[in-house]
């Protein structure tokens, strides 16, 4: 969000200091009451989207009944009282929903979307078919209505598991997706870990950064006041959320400030030492005081076996599939410039061995030897080497990078063991040779096709943010983040984030 420095000023004399407290209550109280409107409005979408997606399921799950078991006289002896009894459980359905959060926060939640739902969606659509089943159950004793069927029920919860989500894609898609809208975010603080907060926030899609909270800015220009003006801040530009980084402001000034924002603006702190928390880290009480635990940062032998199975099963299925695709590209490489189809070179993988990783050639074929002709161009710090509007980069090069076309091949490697479908960025041996300290934790994960590096700029990234992601991603592996990460990516190739 651009910010006009004569409305900065103006902000800035509207919360002056001097303007009394109950006034800085009341400007809090209208924020809040503009947050509920646009929360009920969002609350209104979700309901509708999701009774649309389980009247569907209803219509839909008996369907695949039929076409699976080959019987279509189980659909045509369904009547219509067995169709109403399934709408009218609907709400059943969706008080379990609520139940697991998922009516809640969504005009303050940085980084919600349908995926990041998905798990809870899947969690509460198996608790509400154990309570279908109860109560059909009961109707089909006591009233006989003919709704109890385990087929049934399952059918209806696995197709929901698709009709719900795809019906709030439609609702916050195609349909509008201003009802939630960015969310409007102030970061209290002005320091260095402020700066890279401000940079990941200003590159997500859901925020609109308004600008700086500090009593002691260092002179910044972005700063929008000091922190007695936080709450008319938020008024004026209609904060959601609220994100405190090491404030140069006394503490128990800050406390006392965050204390009244809460429960009115979202609030999130950054804490200390945030580089060693990651998604396996939790809260432990001491007699009412928080302790953070710093979970291994390691992938257990559950998890391993679990990641390589989805990609066994994952790549041999897409390799099948795709091959068409693949001997077009081929013929299109060998038609438009000499040398070989592929490319491979020598890249690091799990625990620090080599392998020979395949890709599209998109290069001329002497690129390698030119490599050094280069060096002045490089736009990546550290170890790392990339060119952007390579010169050695082919026609059809171009277009198999822009669209990451030429990384399929890499598929052949997942399916071999060499990489998997999501994990670390695969280093070139010499780009690895100089990762030191604890960034080779990137090494006890096979290297992915994409991942976190991917889905977060790409080649936008500095050396050391695609060190801290590669971290960041083994210490805080789960199953449901691969899931969101290969979500994402198609979105991030369509976009070009950062492709070169």
Same mark, same amino acid.
């Given at each position: 969000?651009?910010?006009?420095?004569?409305?900065?000023?103006?902000?800035?004399?509207?919360?002056?200091?001097?303007?009394?407290?109950?006034?800085?209550?009341?400007?809090?109280?209208?924020?809040?009451?503009?947050?509920?409107?646009?929360?009920?409005?969002?609350?209104?979408?979700?309901?509708?989207?999701?009774?649309?997606?389980?009247?569907?399921?209803?219509?839909?799950?008996?369907?695949?009944?039929?076409?699976?078991?080959?019987?279509?006289?189980?659909?045509?002896?369904?009547?219509?009282?067995?169709?109403?009894?399934?709408?009218?459980?609907?709400?059943?359905?969706?008080?379990?929903?609520?139940?697991?959060?998922?009516?809640?926060?969504?005009?303050?939640?940085?980084?919600?979307?349908?995926?990041?739902?998905?798990?809870?969606?899947?969690?509460?659509?198996?608790?509400?078919?154990?309570?279908?089943?109860?109560?059909?159950?009961?109707?089909?004793?006591?009233?006989?209505?003919?709704?109890?069927?385990?087929?049934?029920?399952?059918?209806?919860?696995?197709?929901?598991?698709?009709?719900?989500?795809?019906?709030?894609?439609?609702?916050?898609?195609?349909?509008?997706?201003?009802?939630?809208?960015?969310?409007?975010?102030?970061?209290?603080?002005?320091?260095?870990?402020?700066?890279?907060?401000?940079?990941? =926030?200003?590159?997500?899609?859901? $925020? +609109?950064? !308004?600008?700086?909270?500090?009593?002691?800015?260092? %002179? #910044? *220009?972005? /700063?929008?006041?000091?922190?007695?003006?936080?709450?008319?801040?938020?008024?004026?530009?209609?904060?959601?959320?609220?994100?405190?980084?090491?404030?140069?402001?006394?503490?128990?000034?800050?406390?006392?400030?965050?204390?009244? =924002?809460?429960?009115?603006?979202? $609030? +999130?702190? !950054?804490?200390?030492?945030?580089?060693?928390?990651? %998604? #396996? *880290?939790? /809260?432990?009480?001491?007699?009412?005081?928080?302790?953070?635990?710093?979970?291994?940062?390691?992938?257990?032998?559950?998890?391993?076996?679990?990641?390589?199975?989805?990609?066994?099963?994952?790549?041999?299925?897409?390799?099948? =599939?795709?091959?068409?695709?693949? $001997?077009?590209?081929?013929?299109?490489?060998?038609?438009?410039?000499? %040398?070989?189809?592929?490319?491979?070179?020598?890249?690091?993988?799990?625990?620090?061995?080599?392998?020979?990783?395949?890709?599209?050639?998109?290069?001329?074929?002497?690129?390698?030897?030119?490599?050094?002709?280069?060096?002045?161009?490089?736009?990546?710090?550290?170890?790392?080497?990339? $060119?952007?509007?390579?010169?050695?980069?082919?026609?059809?090069?171009?277009?198999?990078?822009?669209?990451?076309?030429?990384?399929?091949?890499?598929?052949?490697?997942?399916?071999?063991?060499?990489?998997?479908?999501?994990?670390?960025?695969?280093?070139?041996?010499?780009?690895?040779?100089?990762?030191?300290?604890?960034?080779?934790?990137?090494?006890?994960?096979?290297?992915?096709?994409?991942?976190?590096?991917?889905?977060?700029?790409?080649?936008?990234?500095?050396?050391?943010?695609?060190?801290?992601?590669?971290?960041?991603?083994?210490?805080?592996?789960?199953?449901?983040?691969?899931?969101?990460?290969?979500?994402?990516?198609?979105?991030?190739?369509?976009?070009?984030?950062?492709?070169?």
């Amino acid at each position: 969000m651009a910010i006009l420095d004569s409305e900065v000023q103006e902000v800035r004399r509207e919360s002056a200091p001097s303007v009394p407290r109950r006034d800085r209550r009341v400007a809090l109280d209208e924020h809040a009451g503009a947050v509920a409107r646009v929360r009920r409005h969002t609350l209104r979408r979700l309901l509708f989207a999701d009774f649309a997606g389980f009247a569907l399921a209803a219509l839909i799950g008996p369907l695949t009944i039929a076409v699976f078991s080959n019987n279509p006289d189980s659909v045509a002896g369904r009547n219509g009282t067995v169709y109403l009894f399934d709408v009218a459980m609907i709400p059943l359905f969706m008080a379990v929903f609520a139940f697991y959060g998922l009516y809640r926060g969504t005009t303050r939640r940085i980084s919600m979307s349908v995926f990041s739902d998905l798990r809870n969606i899947v969690h509460a659509l198996m608790i509400s078919g154990f309570l279908y089943a109860i109560v059909a159950y009961a109707a089909s004793k006591n009233y006989n209505v003919e709704t109890l069927s385990v087929a049934k029920i399952v059918s209806m919860c696995v197709v929901a598991a698709i009709t719900v989500p795809l019906a709030r894609v439609v609702s916050f898609g195609l349909l509008g997706q201003q009802s939630v809208g960015s969310v409007p975010v102030i970061v209290v603080g002005t320091g260095k870990l402020a700066q890279t907060v401000a940079s990941h =926030l200003r590159a997500h899609s859901r $925020v +609109s950064f !308004v600008g700086f909270v500090d009593d002691n800015p260092l %002179g #910044r *220009s972005d /700063v929008l006041g000091e922190l007695e003006d936080l709450p008319m801040l938020c008024r004026k530009f209609h904060v959601a959320r609220v994100v405190v980084c090491f404030s140069r402001t006394h503490p128990e000034r800050t406390t006392e400030m965050l204390k009244g =924002l809460a429960g009115q603006v979202g $609030v +999130s702190i !950054v804490p200390r030492y945030y580089e060693l928390i990651t %998604g #396996r *880290s939790h /809260v432990e009480d001491l007699s009412g005081l928080p302790m953070l635990d710093i979970a291994p940062a390691s992938l257990s032998a559950g998890a391993r076996f679990l990641k390589r199975s989805f990609d066994i099963v994952v790549s041999s299925v897409v390799l099948l =599939l795709a091959s068409p695709a693949f $001997v077009v590209v081929a013929v299109l490489i060998k038609a438009t410039s000499a %040398g070989p189809t592929f490319f491979r070179q020598e890249r690091t993988g799990r625990d620090e061995q080599t392998f020979s990783m395949m890709k599209f050639r998109t290069m001329v074929h002497d690129a390698e030897s030119r490599r050094h002709e280069l060096d002045h161009l490089n736009e990546v710090d550290g170890p790392l080497f990339k $060119v952007v509007n390579d010169p050695r980069v082919t026609r059809v090069g171009r277009v198999l990078r822009k669209t990451s076309l030429d990384e399929f091949p890499q598929l052949i490697n997942v399916w071999k063991g060499d990489m998997s479908l999501v994990g670390p960025r695969p280093f070139v041996v010499s780009e690895a040779m100089k990762i030191e300290g604890w960034a080779r934790k990137r090494f006890e994960a096979r290297p992915g096709m994409t991942g976190l590096w991917q889905v977060s700029g790409r080649n936008e990234l500095s050396h050391l943010e695609l060190c801290r992601l590669d971290y960041l991603y083994v210490a805080s592996w789960s199953f449901w983040w691969d899931m969101q990460i290969l979500w994402q990516t198609p979105a991030t190739i369509f976009r070009g984030r950062g492709a070169s």
